[in-house]
């Protein structure tokens, strides 16, 4: 098979060759994705890629043989080099388990990991896995990249894996378990970031959700809110509407969200206005979200998926190493976009001229405080790539919305999943923006900001005006999203 030629070629490379402003009135107290911040860019990335490491089990023997290649195909420098072709800048290898897999990303992914790392040196390479989450779905968990790294990741998925236990142990599989795993990784000495995965997969409606529930994902952010973080905005597998040939498969479910679709290609606790990101958003949590491949088979191979970077891409405003780019992902530094559709976004709020306060500004991630009854100014830049994507498309964004809601402190309800309060407030067609080359410039004006609250932006190369669910067989190119984690704004 041609991608298998591909891998024996990989393998044999030669391992050796290869600012904020401050004032008296208006104060922004997180860096966010400003422009100006020196040495920092816009650095795409994919947090959820499996190897061959995500193995089959042979199940006639005890413990379980690990079947390598058995889930996932390709070796990691593979994917590593794919990533490279697709414009990305960071990745994580987060192969997942089942009895004893701790010992096979030790032994076997991890040392291929640092193969890799030589191999494609233009690419950072994280070490992490896809979590059995217990209790619950699938999660990233992305190691900092440290001299033991190896050993805190197997003693976490070794320790409180649901899967890993062999006898099997259903005890493991329990929401109380997964706080044991989240304490432990908020207690070493340097926090892993973990983010959940496809989060709405096994829901069988819109507003009934599956195995991730919303008081599991708050329980999360509570016992560790520097490790859990956030959640698959866009989950992978969005080449199932693809054959082998780039036809579409008529019975395709974007993102294998099979009983309740994808909207616009995203979850439906991120796509819903008002819904449960907004909820979160709302509490003043900083709960970010992400895009990923979710790689295991390329579509070409006849798989559902494409390669790292191929489609989805997380960007994370970061200096090009292993502690800045983790710091960008857990402190919201983050947009995430299909296809390609814009490569650069800054969303900066500041206190509008005249307003009576300092210029201090904030950007994506940040927390920007003023003046109750101050007027503020959002200001959205976005760069429309001249370039063609990897479909051959060149995309424009039609739309750009602009979201506020309020932050009114905890939920009673801890099932909530509303946040009556976020709405549209405003919708610039692209044809509307100032042009600055391959930027286009909206801002917007907020009169008076009467309590604590938050903006986030998003934006379509369609005509919908809220992501309509997604038809079995739609081909994932033609419906091309973006968003923009939130700004906070802090009224004192």
């Not at 860019?41 to 959820?48: F, K, P, V």
């Not at 959700?209 to 956030?230: H, K, Q």
């Amino acid at each position: 098979m041609r991608i298998r030629r591909w891998a024996f070629i990989i393998l044999g490379i030669s391992l050796g060759a290869c600012t904020s402003s401050s004032g008296s009135s208006a104060r922004a107290t997180t860096p966010g994705a400003t422009p100006e911040s020196a040495g920092y860019a816009w650095l795409a990335g994919d947090h959820h890629i499996h190897s061959r490491y995500s193995v089959g089990w042979n199940r006639d023997s005890s413990p379980p043989a690990p079947v390598i290649g058995g889930d996932g195909i390709y070796p990691i420098p593979m994917n590593a080099l794919m990533g490279r072709t697709f414009g990305l800048r960071w990745m994580v290898a987060t192969d997942h388990g089942g009895p004893n897999h701790s010992k096979v990303n030790m032994e076997r992914a991890w040392p291929e990991l640092e193969m890799s790392r030589r191999a494609v040196p233009e690419v950072i390479q994280f070490y992490g896995m896809e979590f059995d989450s217990p209790g619950a779905d699938h999660s990233s968990i992305i190691m900092p990249h440290t001299h033991d790294e190896v050993e805190h990741l197997h003693a976490v998925e070794s320790r409180f894996a649901a899967l890993d236990a062999w006898p099997a142990d259903s005890t493991r599989n329990r929401p109380a378990r997964m706080l044991d795993a989240l304490r432990f990784l908020r207690d070493l000495p340097r926090r892993p970031v973990l983010i959940a995965h496809h989060p709405s997969r096994s829901a069988t409606a819109v507003g009934a959700f599956g195995l991730d529930t919303p008081s599991e994902l708050r329980d999360w952010n509570d016992a560790a809110p520097e490790v859990a973080v956030g959640m698959e905005g866009s989950p992978g597998h969005q080449g199932f509407a693809l054959d082998r040939t780039g036809a579409i498969r008529a019975r395709g479910a974007r993102g294998g969200y099979s009983r309740s679709p994808t909207l616009g290609g995203f979850d439906q606790m991120t796509a819903i206005v008002g819904g449960f990101w907004d909820s979160m958003l709302g509490e003043g949590r900083r709960w970010w979200v992400t895009a990923n491949s979710d790689s295991h088979v390329n579509w070409r191979d006849g798989g559902g998926d494409f390669w790292p970077g191929e489609y989805s891409k997380t960007w994370v405003w970061a200096r090009p190493d292993h502690e800045s780019v983790l710091d960008g992902i857990r402190n919201g530094r983050v947009f995430v976009t299909l296809g390609d559709l814009i490569t650069g976004l800054h969303v900066t709020v500041r206190v509008a001229p005249g307003g009576g306060a300092d210029t201090a500004t904030a950007s994506i991630g940040g927390t920007l405080e003023v003046p109750r009854g101050s007027a503020v100014e959002v200001e959205v830049r976005w760069h429309d790539p001249s370039a063609r994507n990897a479909h051959g498309d060149d995309p424009s964004v039609e739309r750009v919305d602009l979201i506020t809601g309020e932050v009114t402190g905890r939920a009673t309800d801890r099932e909530s999943a509303r946040n009556p309060s976020t709405r549209v407030v405003a919708r610039f067609r692209a044809a509307e923006a100032r042009r600055e080359g391959d930027w286009r410039v909206v801002t917007w004006r907020i009169d008076r900001v009467a309590g604590d609250a938050y903006v986030r932006v998003r934006g379509t190369n369609g005509h919908e005006l809220e992501p309509e669910p997604d038809p079995r067989g739609e081909d994932p190119w033609a419906d091309l999203w973006f968003y923009s984690n939130p700004i906070f704004i802090r009224v004192r």
